[in-house]
């Protein structure tokens, strides 16, 4: 007997025909082993600290520090964004726990969040109790995007100034600007990880935006990386005073 026609998908009606899921085809590769998939996302992460130990504590020959913080950090994305498409169907955005295998509009334990990445929308799994405080998390970042944005990027740009001109020998502005960087940076983190608390989830299913680089949230979960974020950057902010006012 031929098997039943399979039931259309309740997915958000916003998303593209391309972005919405589908039951796997027959013969297609299976999905990663839960272990598996999480330990390529704490490694993936791990990128992260290493780049800014070269930058921050930027080890002897400076300039090697230097290259080889540029090279991890452009390359960086081209690793995390295919795990990001991978991870997308199996872990929760906010506390990165394996789901079910079954797709969303079947999981009555799991909901999504619509997120627009890179001009795309894109249908985020979440447990159930963790699509408000992910969408509060986004909605935040979006609203904040511009000082958020400022409070990184300039003293990031400063802080690569200022290791080219010490590699270059000519290392007097450097342990001023890695200080700077240290308190810029932190003030701006625990803002962005305490901000969330601020808001409240968005009532509408409006997609939202990621103003920031959206892969870097499905290597740990959000709620993971806020966490590392108020504890670093209360670090950071310690560092960064006590070398101007210590």
Not at 68 to 84: E, N, S, T
Not at 136 to 143: E, H, K, T, Y
């Amino acid at each position: 007997m031929p098997a039943p026609p399979e039931p259309p998908l309740a997915v958000s009606p916003e998303v593209s025909p391309q972005r919405r899921p589908r039951p796997q085809p027959p013969g297609a590769r299976r999905a990663p082993v839960g272990w598996q998939l999480q330990a390529t996302g704490v490694l993936l992460f791990l990128f992260i600290p290493l780049v800014l130990y070269l930058f921050v504590r930027h080890p002897e020959p400076v300039a090697v520090s230097l290259g080889a913080g540029i090279v991890l950090m452009a390359g960086h994305r081209f690793l995390a964004r295919p795990y990001m498409a991978r991870a997308i169907p199996h872990k929760c955005l906010w506390c990165n726990r394996m789901l079910s295998a079954a797709m969303p509009a079947f999981d009555a334990a799991t909901l999504t969040l619509d997120l627009v990445i890179d001009g795309q929308l894109t249908a985020a799994r979440c447990c159930a109790a963790h699509r408000a405080p992910a969408a509060r998390c986004f909605r935040f970042l979006g609203m904040a995007r511009l000082p958020l944005r400022l409070g990184i990027f300039a003293p990031l740009l400063l802080l690569l100034a200022a290791l080219a001109a010490a590699a270059a020998g000519h290392p007097q502005a450097l342990p001023a600007a890695t200080a700077l960087f240290q308190l810029l940076v932190g003030l701006t983190v625990s803002a962005a990880a305490w901000g969330i608390l601020l808001v409240r989830a968005p009532a509408e299913q409006t997609p939202l935006p990621v103003p920031f680089p959206a892969h870097n949230f499905f290597l740990l979960g959000v709620r993971s990386l806020l966490w590392i974020f108020r504890l670093v950057g209360a670090w950071w902010i310690v560092r960064g005073l006590s070398f101007f006012f210590g």
